[in-house]
């Protein structure tokens, strides 16, 4: 008997926090709204919103605001998300730059900074990351609760734990940059792949809002793919879904330092500038993007041709997906897209060629909105999303 009645208050208390979570999460997304409207989009009754929206309301995560549309008697004032109620940080931790950023609670930038990463090893990164995010955290502006979390994008497979499992590009195996940060700064730090974080970023401020199929493909160094299925981030039985980068394009291909051979990444990312001069093509006259395409600014052909084919290769494998997935929208971000109009061109047509039809009739592809801050910008929204303690229920 007393187990029974220790398990239904459990429920209750969760059921409430559900129902909590709900109801912020539609004043967010569909604010200004009156408790009814709220009641009518939740299902919930309205002594529930009522009750609810109180606590949230003590708490500063919501605001009161004008007054609403009246269907007879007293206009009923309007529940506001309350952006302002505290800051987040966002970190894109690169290759070669960090690139922090500080956001109110609705993804606003604040202030940013960025550093150079010129060392791989753990101990100058994370010395790096607290110098980017320390002036940040300095000239932050007062709110009633501070800064609550820090998000991070790091180019490497994360565990569920948020451990750095395997960062090929930086040479780390089973990194806890995730405790360390918790330590430093004192405040939770949710740490994931800077691709699931390039989606996140592209679905909730960019290209991606209102997508609920979304296929956002990150080109830099590497590739690799955040994929969102029915509004939620897809992250596979372990969390390492999204590695398309090594998905083969070319049964016998370039080999890849994965062990497999014609890997998408070495000839759709910018590592295929280093594959340049196979078949007798040009030397290349710069090894990097933003130096290339200055070259392509002025016409160079070996550039031109370069991009016409990373173009193509891109589309190859962006066809596999979209067969594959059927996402309604493809979003190209990450450094790659400094190059964009020489990409996009071949990119495109070849999709059209290849896609099956009744896959692409009614495809978007495009590339991100939020340029070089897609990352930056999810990681900041991952934090959001724990500090208001999104409930997932999953069967
Ligand atoms: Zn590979």
């Not at 559900?18 to 919930?44: A, F, M, Q, W, Y």
């Not at 529930?48 to 929206?53: A, D, E, I, K, Y």
């Not at 190209?332 to 400094?338: A, D, I, K, S, Y």
């Amino acid at each position: 008997m007393e187990e029974s009645i220790v398990r239904v208050t459990g429920d209750q208390a969760l059921v409430k926090k559900l129902n909590k979570s709900i109801v912020l999460d539609t004043i967010r997304r569909n604010g200004p709204l009156s408790r009814t409207d709220v009641s009518e989009r939740t299902g919930l009754n309205k002594a529930t919103v009522s009750n609810l929206t109180l606590e949230l309301l003590e708490q500063n995560l919501v605001e009161e605001t004008g007054l609403g549309e009246s269907s007879g008697g007293r206009k009923p004032l309007m529940l506001l998300f309350n952006g302002s109620a505290g800051c987040v940080i966002g970190i894109e931790l690169g290759v070669t730059l960090v690139k922090s950023v500080l956001t109110n609670l609705t993804g606003s930038i604040l202030l940013e900074r960025s550093a150079s990463l010129g060392e791989h090893d753990p101990d100058t990164a994370f010395a790096v990351i607290c110098d980017t995010v320390r002036p940040l955290i300095e000239a932050m502006p007062p709110t009633p609760h501070g800064l609550v979390g820090i998000g991070i994008g790091v180019p490497g497979m994360v565990d569920e734990a948020g451990l750095i499992l395997y960062a090929p590009n930086l040479g780390w195996e089973g990194v806890d940059l995730r405790s360390r940060l918790e330590a430093e700064f004192a405040v939770p730090v949710v740490v994931d792949n800077e691709a699931n974080v390039g989606a996140a970023g592209e679905r909730e401020y960019g290209a991606g809002q209102h997508v609920r199929h979304l296929v956002y493909v990150s080109a830099g160094m590497g590739l690799g793919s955040g994929m969102i299925i029915d509004g939620q981030l897809y992250k596979g039985a372990w969390g390492y879904a999204g590695e398309t980068g090594h998905m083969s394009i070319e049964s016998e291909g370039r080999l890849c330092s994965c062990g497999s051979r014609g890997c998408w990444e070495l000839y759709a990312s910018e590592r295929a500038y280093a594959y340049a001069t196979e078949d007798g093509r040009p030397a290349l006259p710069a090894e990097t993007t933003s130096e290339l395409t200055a070259y392509a600014h002025s016409g160079e052909a070996s550039v031109l041709q370069l991009y016409q084919e990373i173009g193509r290769r891109l589309g190859i494998g962006i066809t596999n997906l979209v067969n594959g997935f059927n996402p309604e929208k493809i979003v190209v971000g990450g450094p790659l897209t400094e190059a964009k109009e020489w990409i996009e061109p071949s990119m495109l047509a070849t999709i059209a060629e290849r896609a099956l039809p009744y896959h692409r009739r009614e495809l978007a592809v495009s590339f991100s909105e939020l340029g070089s801050r897609s990352a930056v910008l999810g990681a900041a929204h991952l934090a959001v999303s724990q500090f208001l303690g999104r409930v997932r229920v999953s069967l």
